[in-house]
């Protein structure tokens, strides 16, 4: 049965963004690797071949809120609170994602934080590298409108940084 919406700060909506570390986490167990993506993510080429060097080490990968280039983020200094957007990531770190579930909140409310805002500082605070995915792996927040992305040479986009659903349509 699918979950009831929910609207972004309500308690349900942080239990629903939750679920993706414990789905990584269970996905661990038997891969060696794992990729989430968020509802808003479409898939515009294989993301396991466009991959590369991003697969073979033990750091988190995520895209980054308005930071379009290839650069770790590890000790980020650049605007904003966090550069962690949790739509797209991959892992080969179980450590890393128990360093994360270990900082979940017991209990949430209007007033919790995002949960890629509780990951990024559990992972800062257990000095884990965390690295950007490729620039392939983009997202609405460097190329919305008016500008127009490379489609052909993406491998996935997320429509974040929209007001609202038919925007990201």
């Given at each position: 049965k699918a979950p009831p919406p929910s609207t972004v700060g309500a308690a349900r909506y942080h239990?629903?963004?939750?679920?993706?570390?414990?789905?990584?986490?269970?996905?661990l167990r038997e891969a060696r690797l794992a990729f989430f993506i968020d509802a808003d993510v479409v898939l515009l080429h294989n993301p396991f071949s466009a991959l590369g060097s991003s697969a073979?080490?033990?750091?988190m990968a995520c895209i980054s809120d308005g930071v379009p280039t290839e650069e770790l983020f590890y000790?980020?200094?650049?605007?904003?609170?966090?550069?962690?957007?949790?739509?797209?990531?991959?892992?080969?770190?179980?450590e890393a994602i128990s360093t994360i579930l270990?900082?979940?909140p017991a209990v949430f409310d209007a007033s919790s934080p995002l949960d890629q805002e509780v990951a990024y500082a559990a992972?800062?605070?257990?000095?884990?590298?965390?690295?950007r995915l490729p620039s392939r792996f983009a997202?609405?927040?460097?190329?919305?409108?008016?500008?127009?992305?490379?489609?052909?040479t993406l491998t996935t986009f997320h429509a974040h940084c929209t007001g609202s659903t038919a925007e990201k349509l």
């Amino acid at each position: 049965k699918a979950p009831p919406p929910s609207t972004v700060g309500a308690a349900r909506y942080h239990e629903i963004t939750w679920t993706k570390w414990l789905l990584l986490s269970i996905a661990l167990r038997e891969a060696r690797l794992a990729f989430f993506i968020d509802a808003d993510v479409v898939l515009l080429h294989n993301p396991f071949s466009a991959l590369g060097s991003s697969a073979r080490n033990d750091a988190m990968a995520c895209i980054s809120d308005g930071v379009p280039t290839e650069e770790l983020f590890y000790q980020y200094e650049g605007p904003g609170t966090n550069p962690l957007n949790s739509g797209q990531l991959l892992t080969c770190s179980a450590e890393a994602i128990s360093t994360i579930l270990a900082a979940m909140p017991a209990v949430f409310d209007a007033s919790s934080p995002l949960d890629q805002e509780v990951a990024y500082a559990a992972l800062q605070r257990s000095k884990r590298r965390i690295d950007r995915l490729p620039s392939r792996f983009a997202g609405n927040c460097w190329f919305g409108p008016p500008q127009n992305p490379p489609w052909c040479t993406l491998t996935t986009f997320h429509a974040h940084c929209t007001g609202s659903t038919a925007e990201k349509l």
